[in-house]
């Protein structure tokens, strides 16, 4: 179904808007702020020797609690993702571990 608003069509408005903010999120892909606002993906490489212990987002900053390796850890990658009430802008910030 289309409804006219004046000379501009709905669809295409709507079409307008998810277009302009899917180039917006894709510009700023990377940036803690934008992967949560818009959608998207990070990456996080924790430095060396570095546990993933817990995440969560405060506002627009991402924030990770750490730990120590301990020699029996071994290095992983985990996958943190955002699943909107509607779907549309889902973020998924990657945050992998490493050992030297």
């Known amino acids: ?3 006219l608003k004046g000379e501009r069509d709905i669809e295409e408005e709507n079409f307008r808007f998810i277009s302009s ?3 917006v999120a894709s510009t ?3 940036c ?3 992967t949560k ?4 993906s990070m990456t996080l490489n924790l430095e060396p020797n570095q546990k993933l212990e817990e995440i969560t987002w405060k506002d627009d900053s991402l924030w990770y609690l750490t730990r120590p390796m301990t020699d029996d850890d071994i290095a992983e990658i985990h996958t943190f ?5 509607w779907g549309v802008f889902e973020g ?3 945050i992998v571990e490493s050992k030297k």
């Open 32 to 34: 803690q702020g934008a």
């Open 92 to 94: 998924t910030v990657t």
């Open 21 to 23: 903010r899917s180039l």
């Open 1 to 3: 179904m289309r409804i």
């Open 37 to 40: 606002s818009f959608g998207g």
């Open 28 to 30: 700023l892909t990377g």
């Open 81 to 85: 993702q955002q699943s909107s009430e």
